[in-house]
């Protein structure tokens, strides 16, 4: 008997090990956002080329992972698309959010998103494309440092300071020379958008690009934010300071709505 239990704990360890496999796989091609090779992955994530090419054939076999026609790269399949699809589809936000954002974005006319803290970075949950050609890139799914970006900075400035420094990666990258990395300097950003009610990213994410965003709370074990972008030749600091008032009544509709599900 004490030898099957052995090898029943066993069997659990590998099958423990196998799983972790699998979503380091998809952790891995989510954050690279590009097709990899067997030999980087297995690299990267420092396992044996056979082990991991047994675990890329099950995951291709369930279409969580697809390769290239020459077979030999690999990037994340349909099954991960719609199980994302699904997470929005089920998510209460996420859920309720689409007419607020509709009408910001009319408003506006400038691109308007939802994001939410995971980590230390903020993920975008949706999008409303700006009416103008010029506009900025960015897509449903695409992860940002918190610290780099308006969403992040208005979520980010619920917290205390020790709670701040809790939940950042020191020392912070920058993503542009606006980045602000200097840890007091961002701090005082957070207490000063603590206290007016929103944040801004003045091309700090993104060249030329100036961001309003005001926080919605902090549930989801991290936080919700919506915000609106702009090239900073059509967001001066008038137009910042008008878009940060529409941005605020935004948030307050979406928390009125969140208040009231919450109440059904």
């Known amino acids: 008997m004490e030898s099957v239990s052995g090898a029943a704990r066993i069997r659990r360890h590998e099958d423990v090990k196998s799983a972790a496999r699998v979503l380091e796989v998809l952790e891995l091609l989510g954050a690279e956002g590009a097709r990899l090779s067997l030999a980087d992955m297995a690299s990267t994530l420092a396992v044996p080329k056979s082990s991991l090419h047994a675990v890329l054939r099950t995951m291709e076999s369930r279409r969580w992972v697809e390769t290239d026609p020459s077979g030999t790269l690999y990037s994340l399949g349909l099954k991960a698309l719609l199980t994302g699809t699904a997470y929005l589809e089920s998510d209460d936000l996420a859920g309720i959010a689409g007419p607020v954002l509709d009408l910001l974005a009319e408003e506006t006319g400038e691109a308007v998103h939802l994001g939410r803290l995971d980590d230390t970075d903020v993920v975008y949950l949706a999008k409303r494309e700006s009416r103008h050609?010029?506009?900025?890139?960015?897509?449903?799914?695409?992860?940002?440092?918190?610290?780099?970006?308006?969403?992040?900075?208005?979520?980010?400035?619920?917290?205390?300071?020790?709670?701040?420094?809790?939940?950042?990666?020191?020392?912070?990258?920058?993503?542009?020379?606006?980045?602000?990395?200097?840890?007091?300097?961002?701090l005082a950003q957070l207490a000063e958008s603590r206290k007016r009610g929103w944040a801004v990213d003045e091309g700090e994410s993104s060249v030329d690009i100036r961001c309003v965003a005001v926080p919605l709370g902090t549930g989801h074990g991290g936080g919700d934010a919506i915000s609106c972008s702009a090239?900073?030749?059509?967001?001066?600091?008038?137009?910042?300071?008008?878009?940060?008032?529409?941005?605020?009544?935004?948030?307050?509709s979406l928390r009125t709505l969140l208040r009231r599900l919450g109440e059904h």
């Open 133 to 186: 050609a010029l506009r900025m890139y960015s897509a449903v799914g695409r992860r940002l440092p918190a610290h780099a970006t308006a969403l992040g900075k208005a979520i980010l400035s619920q917290y205390d300071e020790a709670e701040v420094q809790r939940r950042l990666n020191w020392p912070l990258p920058a993503l542009t020379p606006s980045t602000v990395t200097d840890p007091d300097e961002l």
């Open 231 to 252: 090239p900073r030749v059509r967001m001066d600091d008038a137009r910042l300071s008008e878009i940060a008032a529409q941005v605020t009544e935004a948030a307050h």
